[in-house]
C-alpha cells in the first residue's frame, strides 16, 4: 500500500466538479484517506510546480493557482503515484488520454482539473507543506 498526493485546482472548484472528480478516483480503487479545502499561498505553488518555475508560463500559473479555493488530498492504494497519475492524464487535455480526468474535464493546459504527484519525491515535498506527518496526522475528508 502507498500513498500519492492530488490537488484540486481552482477551476474545478469553480466548475463544481469536485464530488465528481474525487468519486472517479474512489472507483478507480484508489481510497481517499485525507481531504482539505485550502488557499495556496506562494510558496506551496513554488514546491507543488517546482518542475516549471522558470518557464515562459509559470507566473501565469502561480497567478491561477492563487485565484482561488483548492482541494489537496491523499489517497492509498497500490502504487498510488502511478495509478493516479495515469488517472489524471497529460497536462494538456487535447493530448490526454480519453478516459483521464483532464481529457474529461480539462479546458486548457493551465485549466485541467487536477494535479498529481510525479513520483515519490514529490509525493514527500508536496504532502509536507500540509501535513507534519502524513502517515499519522489526518484532516477532514470532505467527500
Known amino acids: 500500500m502507498s500513498r500519492s498526493f ?9 466548475r463544481g466538479l469536485e464530488a465528481e472528480v474525487l468519486a472517479l478516483i474512489e472507483s478507480a480503487g484508489l481510497h481517499i484517506v485525507q481531504s482539505k479545502q485550502v488557499r495556496l499561498t506562494r510558496a506551496d505553488v513554488d514546491v507543488i510546480w517546482a518542475t516549471c518555475r522558470g518557464t515562459y508560463f509559470y507566473e501565469d500559473m502561480v497567478a491561477f493557482s492563487l ?4 482541494i489537496i488530498f491523499i489517497v492509498e492504494g497500490e502504487d498510488a503515484v502511478n495509478r493516479l497519475s495515469q488517472l489524471v492524464g497529460h497536462f494538456d487535455p487535447l493530448i490526454a488520454v480519453p478516459g483521464t ?3 474529461r474535464f480539462g479546458i ?3 485549466e485541467n482539473v487536477i494535479h498529481s504527484s510525479l513520483d515519490e519525491r514529490a509525493f514527500r515535498a508536496e504532502v509536507n507543506l500540509f501535513v507534519s506527518n502524513p502517515q499519522e496526522e489526518r484532516f477532514t475528508v470532505i467527500l
Not at 6 to 14: A, I, Q, S
Not at 67 to 70: T, V
Open 6 to 14: 492530488g490537488l484540486l485546482k481552482p477551476d474545478c472548484l469553480r
Open 67 to 70: 485565484s482561488g479555493d483548492c
Open 101 to 103: 480526468i483532464r481529457h
Open 108 to 110: 486548457s493546459r493551465m
